[in-house]
Nanobody, 127 residues
């Protein structure tokens, strides 16, 4: 199965920027659409973006206009460029495989098992 290792998190002031990376490994990655998710303290994990291998990407409402996602297929890495960060962007950020056609970038059903998620990377936005 495809596995992800997320990195690049840190602490930043409101209005600042961070670039997260998600290194992927496993069979069939070239066929997968990959999503970024975040889990804020006390909240459910939510989808924020996803990207196909050809670079076609979807950014969802919480981050649209501030974040972008890109994919370097040569090294199987997906990036999340986060700009104008706000307090509500704080949380753990994860990657997962998403349905090829889902406009909401939801993870595939096997992610109902928490063991399939990576460790994530922590983003803290504070003054």
């Amino acid at each position: 199965q495809v596995q992800f290792v997320e990195s690049g998190g840190g602490s930043v002031q409101p209005g600042g920027s961070l670039r997260l990376s998600c290194a992927a490994s496993g069979p069939g990655l070239e066929n997968f659409r990959v999503g970024w998710f975040r889990r804020a303290p006390g909240r459910e994990r939510e989808a924020i973006s996803c990207i196909r291998r050809d670079g076609n990407s979807t950014l969802l409402n919480p981050v649209k206009g501030r974040f972008t996602t890109s994919r370097d297929n040569a090294v199987d890495t997906i990036h999340l460029e986060m700009n104008n960060l706000q307090f509500e962007d704080s949380g753990e950020y994860f990657c997962a495989v998403v349905d090829l056609l889902d406009p909401l970038c939801r993870p595939l059903p096997w992610y109902r098992n928490p063991d399939y998620w990576g460790k994530g990377t922590l983003v803290t936005v504070s003054a």
